[in-house]
């Protein structure tokens, strides 16, 4: 079965750090095109970060250069670094994989998200 | 970076149609990239609902339909019913900034 698991959520203060990972099974993340997405609580979706399966990187204008997005090979897992965290931060961070269309992506597998508080 | 538009919320009585609308720009949804729509259940992850502006999963009704225009694109509900109160996203990508993902603002389906 294809599955993603979010793992790493917690409660970090304004300019923390914490690391979030999201471990799959049923098939190869490196193979993939993965994606973060959050919620802020009572609010929409935002895209975060996407790792392609070469290894580039993108990332939403809101986190770039505070965010790394990463996987793990031998574990099958893709990690999301977060330092310099803001309030604004806080939400339910969602990772999901991509899959192409005919013109673009979309996520077709999502995990149960892990949630990251950030409060003093 | 920009969002897709959606209204705020929907409704309507069971076995009732209802559409949901999303309006791109000409970096998104105006140049041509799909619409992919999803369904958020309250307190669960979001779930692909549409795919390729008008393709369904395996397992999702087809009480769900999608269709693309130009700038826009819709979500249309058939025969409503009460399982499927639930908020409702659209995606789609836009090159702008190097290329990035972006969502639509939500709509809260209620059935009356």
């Known amino acids: 079965e294809v599955q993603l698991v979010e793992s790493g959520g917690g409660l970090v203060q304004p300019g923390g750090s914490l690391r979030v990972s999201c471990a799959a099974s049923?098939?190869?993340?490196?193979?993939?095109?993965m994606t973060w997405v959050r919620q802020a609580p009572g609010k929409g979706l935002e895209w975060v970060s996407v790792?392609?399966?070469?290894?580039?990187?993108n990332y939403a204008e809101s986190v770039k250069g505070r965010f790394t997005i990463s996987r793990d090979n031998s574990k099958n897992t893709l990690s999301l670094q977060m330092n310099s965290l803001r309030t604004e931060d806080t939400a339910v961070y969602y990772c999901?994989?991509?899959?192409?269309?005919?013109?673009?992506?979309?996520?077709?597998?999502w995990g149960r998200g892990t949630l990251v508080t950030v409060s003093s | 970076q920009s969002v897709l538009t959606q209204p705020p919320s929907v409704s309507g009585a069971p076995g009732q149609r209802v559409t949901i609308s999303c309006t791109g720009i000409?970096?998104?949804?105006?140049?041509?990239?799909?619409v992919h729509w999803y369904q958020q259940l309250p307190g669960t992850a979001p779930k692909l609902l549409i795919y390729?502006?008008?393709n369904r999963p395996s397992g999702v009704p087809d009480r769900f339909s999608g269709s693309k225009s130009a700038t826009s694109a819709s979500l249309a509900i058939s025969g409503l019913q009460a399982e499927d109160e639930a908020d409702y996203y659209c995606?789609?990508?836009?090159?702008?900034?190097?290329?990035?993902?972006?969502f639509g603002t939500g709509t809260k389906v209620t059935v009356l």
């Open positions: 999901a994989r991509d899959v192409p269309a005919a013109i673009g992506w979309y996520f077709d597998v």
């Open positions: 049923g098939f190869t993340v490196s193979s993939n095109y």
């Open positions: 790792i392609n399966s070469a290894g580039g990187t």
């Open positions: 000409s970096s998104n949804v105006g140049t041509g990239y799909d």
């Open positions: 390729g502006n008008r």
């Open positions: 995606q789609s990508y836009d090159y702008s900034l190097g290329g990035f993902y972006v």
